[in-house]
């Protein structure tokens, strides 16, 4: 059977999502994206009134797909120690990954080509951030009302630790290349939660 060949939007957004992750953003050309989509430049006009507005979509997707694996790794999670587990487990299976090149978080080094008062991209980087934090609060609040965490802990606040934690050891390892920063990432959330576990 004939695979359907995918729309000029989706192969543009597609190519866009692998370029501005290999290459950056602002090294990244609309006739580089026009190219290796194989489609016309009117297309590209058609699909996205300007390399911005790409740039929202493929930030877009990239949240989705973050958001997507987060919550696989949080439905195997029913504890505390699960949860540490299943993590560094997934995140080190990211840097091992044969298939691709991981750079770390696309939303964190999409956000580092830009100067932090620099607002085209705000909406969509602070997005990501709320998303993330309100899903690890709702999922630690579970284990609270579980018992397996102190009822006096503050969610919010421990879910921003654990986020800090997981950004910091992946900037960490991309500049020194050291996977010490990713495994030891383990004893730093199994400190952090040992002292939350009721």
Same mark, same amino acid.
């Not at 990211?94 to 080509?113: E, H, M, R, T």
């Not at 921003?160 to 500049?175: D, H, Q, T």
């Given at each position: 059977? +004939?695979?359907?060949?995918? @729309?000029?939007? #989706?192969?543009?957004?597609?190519?866009?999502?692998?370029?501005?992750?290999?290459?950056?953003?602002? %090294?990244?050309?609309?006739?580089?994206?026009?190219? #290796?989509? $194989?489609?016309?430049?009117?297309?590209?006009?058609?699909? *996205? $009134? @300007? +390399?911005? =507005?790409?740039?929202?979509?493929?930030?877009?997707?990239?949240?989705?797909?973050?958001?997507?694996?987060?919550?696989?790794?949080?439905?195997?999670?029913?504890?505390?120690?699960? *949860?540490?587990?299943?993590?560094?487990?997934?995140?080190?299976?990211?840097?091992?990954?044969?298939?691709?090149?991981?750079?770390?978080?696309?939303? %964190?080094?999409? @956000?580092?080509?830009?100067? @932090?008062?620099?607002?085209?991209?705000?909406? =969509?980087?602070?997005?990501?951030? #709320?998303? &993330?934090?309100?899903?690890?609060?709702?999922?630690?609040?579970?284990?609270? +009302? +579980?018992?397996?965490?102190?009822?006096?802990?503050?969610?919010?606040?421990?879910?921003?630790?654990?986020?800090?934690?997981? #950004?910091?050891?992946?900037?960490? &390892?991309?500049?020194?290349?050291?996977?010490?920063?990713?495994?030891?990432?383990?004893?730093?959330?199994?400190?952090?939660? *040992?002292? %939350?576990?009721?």
């Amino acid at each position: 059977m +004939k695979q359907k060949k995918s @729309s000029p939007k #989706e192969r543009i957004l597609s190519t866009s999502i692998r370029l501005f992750y290999n290459q950056g953003y602002n %090294a990244t050309g609309i006739n580089q994206i026009i190219l #290796e989509s $194989s489609v016309a430049k009117a297309s590209f006009y058609e699909a *996205f $009134s @300007s +390399k911005d =507005e790409l740039g929202k979509a493929v930030l877009r997707r990239y949240q989705a797909d973050i958001i997507r694996w987060m919550r696989g790794i949080l439905l195997k999670s029913d504890t505390p120690d699960l *949860f540490v587990k299943n993590f560094c487990k997934a995140v080190l299976l990211q840097i091992k990954d044969d298939s691709s090149v991981y750079n770390g978080c696309p939303v %964190a080094l999409f @956000s580092a080509q830009f100067p @932090s008062v620099d607002h085209k991209f705000r909406k =969509e980087f602070l997005g990501s951030t #709320e998303k &993330w934090e309100k899903l690890l609060s709702i999922y630690f609040n579970k284990l609270k +009302k +579980k018992g397996l965490l102190k009822k006096k802990i503050n969610t919010e606040s421990l879910t921003r630790k654990i986020l800090n934690l997981y #950004e910091g050891s992946l900037v960490m &390892w991309r500049l020194s290349q050291n996977t010490i920063y990713l495994t030891e990432l383990s004893t730093q959330l199994s400190d952090l939660l *040992f002292e %939350a576990k009721a």
